[in-house]
């Protein structure tokens, strides 16, 4: 990786990246859930950039974002009642809905899938750039296969450089964690990724709570094959402990003769009675203040060089629950 992207902001900066799209190249974009690496949806070797860039297997399918709810008709085939209704709660926002795919999405976005995840994202950047563009824009979480995601331009920088043309900075992600996947193209909802909306809340609109599939671990295998066990993993070593435990935790890892270590802590609250050694990093709250802050703190342990994470989670309601799950599948990396 050598030499940096452009990096562009206001009017001018959704000028350049609607040009750069239209070439075909590879525009990173800012969405309230997390930095996207976007390209022309209909543009087959534009799309296959993607996939080079983020090392990515290519049956892995990608999230198509569409300017406006009222034409996901060009891209979803069959929309049904709950589609319709999730569509019209959430949208713009969170929430990715995999429906039946239309003959306008390419085999090369899908990974040959008969569906399509489509999204009209909330952030009023991408919105601007989704207008000003016209079309839909594919666009997977803009870092590298199985790491942390990217909630702000300069995360992007530092993870692709100019492997990605242009950044549009649109400042910090206001969620912080992904959208949230459900599967309205059976006869089943089903919610294949927790995220940015939460189960209660589609539970609200759907008048029952959907099924939540827990991600298979094999690649091929899961409906949705980015969602493997192992994911969102930060170089240091997550481990996952009880607010009460993470002083034995410490103290024991600090104990451990297998080498140096340099433990760090995440959790919601400040913790008290930590060795001297280990490095706090500031209480993350519960729920959306915890998913907000997420990547940037995983990021961020791996700039002090800590080895061993320890990290309490929030509780497992609301934002917290996705929150909960992407701890596990980072703890579940090493
Ligand atoms: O918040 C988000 O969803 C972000 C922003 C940029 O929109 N995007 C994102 O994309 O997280 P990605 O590719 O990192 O994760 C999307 C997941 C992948 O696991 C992919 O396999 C799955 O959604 N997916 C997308 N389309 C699918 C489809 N038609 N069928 C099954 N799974 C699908
Ligand atoms: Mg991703």
Redesign the pocket.
């Known amino acids: 990786m050598t030499g940096s992207p452009q990096v562009v902001s206001g009017p001018e900066g959704i000028a350049v990246a609607v040009a750069a799209l239209r070439a075909g190249r590879l525009v990173a974009?800012p969405?309230e859930?997390?930095?996207?690496l976007g390209a022309d949806a209909s543009d087959p070797d534009a799309v296959a950039g993607i996939f080079r860039v983020k090392g990515r297997p290519t049956n892995?399918?990608?999230?198509v974002?569409i300017a406006d709810a009222a034409r996901m008709g060009e891209w979803a085939a069959a929309v049904t009642p709950e589609a319709e209704a999730l569509a019209a709660a959430f949208w713009p926002g969170?929430l990715?809905l995999?429906m039946r795919?239309t003959s306008v999405v390419g085999d090369w976005v899908?990974?040959g899938?008969d569906?399509?995840?489509l999204?009209v994202?909330a952030d009023e950047v991408a919105l601007e750039l989704l207008r000003a563009f016209g079309g839909g824009i594919a666009?997977?979480?803009?870092n590298r296969f199985g790491r942390v995601?990217p909630t702000s331009a300069a995360h992007v920088v530092a993870d692709l450089g100019a492997d990605v043309d242009v950044v549009l900075d649109g400042g910090s992600c206001s969620v912080g964690?992904?959208?949230t996947?459900v599967?309205v193209s059976g006869d089943e909802v089903v919610v294949?990724?927790l995220?940015?909306v939460s189960v209660e809340a589609l539970a609200d609109v759907l008048g029952f709570r959907p099924r939540v599939e827990q991600a298979a671990a094999v690649v091929g295998e899961a409906?949705?094959?980015?969602?493997l066990a192992a994911h969102y993993a930060p170089a240091a070593r997550v481990i996952i402990c009880g607010a009460e435990e993470v002083v034995e935790w410490a103290a024991a890892l600090l104990a451990d003769g297998a080498g140096p270590s340099v433990v760090g802590v995440l959790a919601p609250r400040s913790i008290d009675g930590l060795p001297f050694a280990v490095i706090e990093l500031e209480p993350a709250g519960d729920g959306e203040e915890y998913a907000h802050a997420l990547y940037a703190r995983l990021r961020q342990a791996d700039r002090l060089g800590i080895t061993h994470l320890l990290c309490v989670p929030p509780l497992p309601v609301g934002l917290g629950a996705a929150v909960t799950d992407r701890l596990r599948r980072a703890a579940a990396s090493h």
């Open positions: 974009l969405t859930t997390v930095y996207g892995h399918p990608l999230i974002h969170p990715t995999l795919r899908t990974g899938r569906t399509v995840g999204r994202p666009a997977p979480s803009a995601s964690v992904e959208s996947i599967d294949l990724r995220g940015g409906a949705a094959p980015g969602m």
